[in-house]
């Protein structure tokens, strides 16, 4: 009902025969479900070219006014919500970092086809750069890149760089090579440490590979209960790729309306 009242000045009746409450029930089946148009026709007793309109009016709204839900916190904020599992090696972490994708039909235009191309899912992907506080919130999410994107193309490009601060640490993955693009802004990166080229890793870099993957453990759990809307793991038609960056941030932000995955001990 809460978000009936929020969108509910922005969005139209497009089926008469349904309430407002039942439009909302029908995306929101449609996210968390990842039911076909169909399917969600069938269901509500109306023709599928108009589930396709409700989808078309609705999902951009409700993107629209639930995005300020994803919020980019103060560094005091973060520090005032610290879990006591940062606070020894990584105070000044200011987000975990991750890409995700997301299936997609396979198009027709060689273009497209070749630039979505996954090597990692051997398949046809639109993929996201997603950042996460250490209390677990959603804070940043790009746009959708093709799944060709790297690691590091996606993050140069996705105005990551423009919310952190001189002194901010970023905790990541051994793919994010953004340590000199970090520098620049006076952040630091911190990866588990490469045994490329080595026999064997120092105590030391066991000791810190081992308390980053404890640490980052956070954002797989975020992105998991983010991809508990089926629709983020179903295969997305050609039809509706483009409202994806829609349906993605409506999912993260209704992520952020629930309890944390961080337990909180102080």
Not at 198 to 207: F, G, P, R, T
């Amino acid at each position: 009902m809460w978000l009936v009242g929020v969108i509910i000045t922005s969005t139209k009746v497009i089926v008469k025969t349904l309430s407002v409450e039942d439009h909302l029930l029908l995306i929101m089946i449609k996210l968390r479900l990842g039911c076909s148009n169909r399917d969600l026709a069938y269901r509500f007793n109306i023709p599928q070219s108009k589930v396709s309109k409700i989808i078309r009016h609705w999902v951009p709204v409700m993107s629209e006014k639930l995005k300020d839900l994803i919020v980019w916190p103060s560094r005091e904020a973060v520090r005032a919500n610290m879990p006591r599992k940062f606070r020894h090696k990584f105070s000044h972490c200011r987000c975990i970092i991750d890409c995700t994708e997301i299936f997609i039909e396979r198009t027709y235009n060689l273009q497209a086809r070749a630039e979505t191309w996954s090597n990692y899912k051997s398949t046809n992907t639109i993929k996201y750069l997603v950042a996460i506080s250490p209390a677990g919130a959603i804070t940043f999410v790009s746009r959708g890149w093709g799944g060709r994107a790297s690691d590091k193309e996606i993050t140069n490009n996705s105005g990551f760089f423009n919310k952190l601060e001189f002194g901010d640490e970023v905790l990541a993955d051994r793919g994010f090579l953004i340590r000199e693009e970090l520098a620049v802004i006076g952040a630091t990166l911190k990866i588990p440490s490469f045994t490329r080229g080595k026999s064997q890793l120092s105590a030391h870099e066991v000791d810190t590979s081992r308390q980053i993957s404890r640490v980052r453990i956070h954002v797989e759990l975020v992105i998991g209960r983010w991809k508990n809307f089926k629709i983020l793991t179903s295969v997305i038609p050609i039809s509706q790729v483009d409202l994806l960056d829609d349906f993605v941030t409506i999912c993260a932000a209704l992520v952020n309306l629930c309890p944390s995955v961080v337990k909180r001990k102080r």
